[in-house]
């Protein structure tokens, strides 16, 4: 028997884009978001994402959840391609937000976006619809909350390796071709990464303290974690406000050291009001499936 599609029940607005509509009519006491977005992890099954836009819809019946998936040949195409994709979701936000002088529309919506981003896949996803947001309204994004899941990892090439496989062939032949080719190809770019960086420190300027290179390393996903967080593609609300954003991460997770979690967390901290909460033995993605009943309370602090 043929297995239905999960996807089905949702409206495609491009590939890998899909969105569910508001299911009640906004109140003027909500304090929710009006958009939610969920940037799930790479190569996510369609119906382990299907869980949490459900959830979603039965938390905030009144928000527009977008949801968006990533694959491992997402890193290889160019940007401009990747959010040519997300032009139907930025033409959405841009309606949503519509004037910044103006607290609320004449629904009572008042434009606000909550994120809710899945590992390195989510973190890049992200930042893809904040520059692209950014190119067309020429404004940053005002966002209400993030909440920020099993990311931002440092992706040494053994860790994306690791990450990538999951994506490969079962077949051993294939798989083991595959695993060759794809290891080739990261230690690859690694390598020249890493020569040109210092070609550049060692004739053209030597970094300072404040260098991205510095703050945010010089892998290939270094200026996805810088852009979650800079002022030019997203801010608050309003000027009084700060972006909340809660770090869900694990003392167990393979692919994404706490570490690296702890120490993009303190950079928000500079400017956002930040919250970490560490799950004991869960591993990468997985606090939902363990802890069901404190991850979702957790959610429910920044979206409700």
Partial sequence: ?????????????????????????????????????????????????????????ELVPSARIIFLFTNTGDFYISRASYRLRLKPLVDILV??????????????????????????????ATAQILQAYKTATGKPLRVSS???????????????????????????VLRQLAYALLSTMIWGTYFTRKSLGLMWRVFWKRPDKNDDVVVYGDDPLADTRKAILDPEFVVARTPTERIKMCYLYSDADELVPGK?????????????????????????????????????????????
């Avoid at 931002?152 to 496989?165: E, H, N, Q, V």
């Avoid at 990468?284 to 602090?301: A, T």
């Fill in 95 to 124: 309606a949503s937000q519509g004037d910044d002088d103006a607290e609320t529309s004449k629904d009572g919506n008042d434009g606000s976006v909550y994120i809710h981003l899945f590992s390195n896949g989510g973190i890049f």
């Fill in 146 to 172: 993030m909440v920020i899941d099993s990311a931002p990892g440092k992706p040494t090439p053994s860790l994306t390796i690791k990450a990538f496989s999951y994506a490969l062939p079962q077949t051993i």
């Fill in 260 to 304: 690296d979690v702890e120490e993009h967390a303190a950079l928000a901290s500079k400017s956002r009001e930040v919250e970490l909460e560490m799950f004991i033995g869960t591993p990468h993605v997985g606090h939902m499936r363990v802890s069901p009943e404190r991850y979702w309370g957790i959610i429910g602090r920044y979206c409700v």
């Fill in 1 to 57: 028997m043929e297995k239905s599609d999960p996807l089905a029940p949702f409206i495609r607005l491009a590939p890998s884009v899909y969105s569910v509509e508001p299911r009640i009519q906004l109140k003027d006491d909500n304090k929710g978001p009006s958009t939610i977005i969920l940037a799930f992890w790479m190569n996510v099954p369609p119906r382990a994402a299907v869980k949490y836009v459900v959830k979603y819809a």
